[in-house]
């Protein structure tokens, strides 16, 4: 079992950033590519960034790319979305989860999901 809190959510203007956090506890020794995703008020969860457990391959929505970064440090089992140039539409919950094995833009590939952290961009 893997357990995942995210954090750094917040209300933020139009253009401003945040950086999104994801802390990981219980069997973090597998290797698991992590994920980010979101979920707008009436919408269905969508992919925003994955990782793969080294750190070399990086997935992006065409929504987000370009303004957002995603990390990870295996030493702290910690897992990072860097936010920039945030737009109204950026509104969300966003959601940190973890899926053994291979990096995937599918959210059926991930096992493991936390419970989410608001972000809300003004206009």
């Known amino acids: 079992q893997v357990y995942l809190v995210e954090s750094g959510g917040g209300l933020v203007q139009a253009g401003g950033s945040l950086r999104l956090s994801c802390a990981a506890t219980?069997?973090?020794?597998?290797?698991?590519?992590m994920g980010w995703f979101r979920q707008a008020p009436g919408k269905e969860r969508e992919f925003v960034a994955a990782?793969?457990?080294?750190?070399?391959?990086?997935y992006y929505a065409d929504s987000v790319k370009g303004r957002s970064t995603i990390s990870r440090d295996n030493a702290k089992n910690t897992v990072y979305l860097q936010m920039d140039n945030l737009r109204p539409e950026d509104t969300a919950d966003y959601y940190c989860?973890?899926?053994?094995?291979?990096?995937?833009?599918?959210?059926?590939?991930?096992?493991?999901w936390g419970q989410g952290t608001q972000v809300t961009v003004s206009s």
């Open positions: 989860a973890a899926a053994r094995g291979m990096i995937s833009r599918q959210s059926t590939a991930y096992a493991y």
């Open positions: 219980g069997r973090t020794r597998n290797n698991y590519a």
């Open positions: 990782i793969s457990w080294s750190g070399t391959t990086t």
